[in-house]
T-cell receptor
Framework: GAVVSQHPSWVICKSGTSVKIECRSL??????MFWYRQFPKQSLMLMAT?????????EQGVEKDKFLINHASLTLSTLTVTSAHPEDSSFYIC????????????FGDGTRLSIL | QKEVEQDPGPLSVPEGAIVSLNCTYS??????FMWYRQYSRKGPELLMY????GNKEDGRFTAQVDKSSKYISLFIRDSQPSDSATYLC??????????FGTGTSLTVIP
């Protein structure tokens, strides 16, 4: 089945640093990838939709300059949390779909981000 | 009104019970329906994917879609403790934009 790999799975860093999270589709080409944020015991909150080769579409309330998304190839999207602060601590999950085949989203295993 | 409504639970059942999870929706254009299982601190895992109405069975899992009632269900037969997780329904009209339920927390007690 379709596999999405997300890395790292857990990162702890100091306030003010930038953190990059990678999302890779391992066995299919992902024309569209999504980035979500999830707080404990809450549902997924869509942050942005990224299409390969174009700028990401951010949801209302999500700061573009804070959460930089790059989708430079059909198998890789990255989310960079710039100048991270403790309030950015959360569980970030990516997903990918191959729109050419009307397939569902396949999710990565998430990245737990802890900012000290 | 939310696009997708899902009872958050929590739902607690004894091992071996049949579990019924449900979602309702308001957009009649939805035609792709999905159920995901999410364990704590993991990404959601696709369980069932259905296009349009009807039933789909995979092992102990059965997904039902009733487009006339705008209602979808996931049934789990012979539930096991390993089924304890949060179950998310999701749906889409175009295959590009997805709407998720809030998730139902399920605990199967040995």
């Amino acid at each position: 089945g379709a596999v999405v790999s997300q890395h790292p799975s857990w990162v702890i860093c100091k306030s003010g640093t930038s953190v990059k999270i990678e999302c890779r589709s391992l066995d299919f080409q992902a024309t569209t990838m999504f980035w979500y944020r999830q707080f404990p015991k809450q549902s997924l909150m869509l942050m942005a939709t990224s299409n390969e080769g174009s700028k990401a579409t951010y949801e209302q309330g999500v700061e573009k300059d804070k959460f930089l998304i790059n989708h430079a190839s059909l198998t890789l999207s990255t989310l960079t949390v710039t100048s991270a602060h403790p309030e950015d601590s959360s569980f970030y999950i990516c997903s990918a779909i191959d729109t050419g085949r009307n397939q569902p989203q396949h999710f990565g295993d998430g990245t737990r981000l802890s900012i000290l | 009104q939310k696009e997708v409504e899902q009872d958050p639970g929590p739902l607690s059942v004894p091992e071996g019970a049949i579990v019924s999870l449900n979602c309702t929706y308001s957009n009649s254009a939805f035609q792709y329906f999905m159920w995901y299982r999410q364990y704590s601190r993991k990404g959601p895992e696709l369980l069932m994917y259905t296009y349009s109405s009807g039933n789909k069975e995979d092992g102990r899992f059965t997904a039902q879609v009733d487009k006339s009632s705008k209602y979808i269900s996931l049934f789990i037969r012979d539930s096991q403790p390993s089924d304890s997780a949060t179950y998310l329904c999701a749906m889409s009209s175009t295959g590009n934009q997805f709407y998720f339920g809030t998730g139902t927390s399920l605990t199967v007690i040995p």
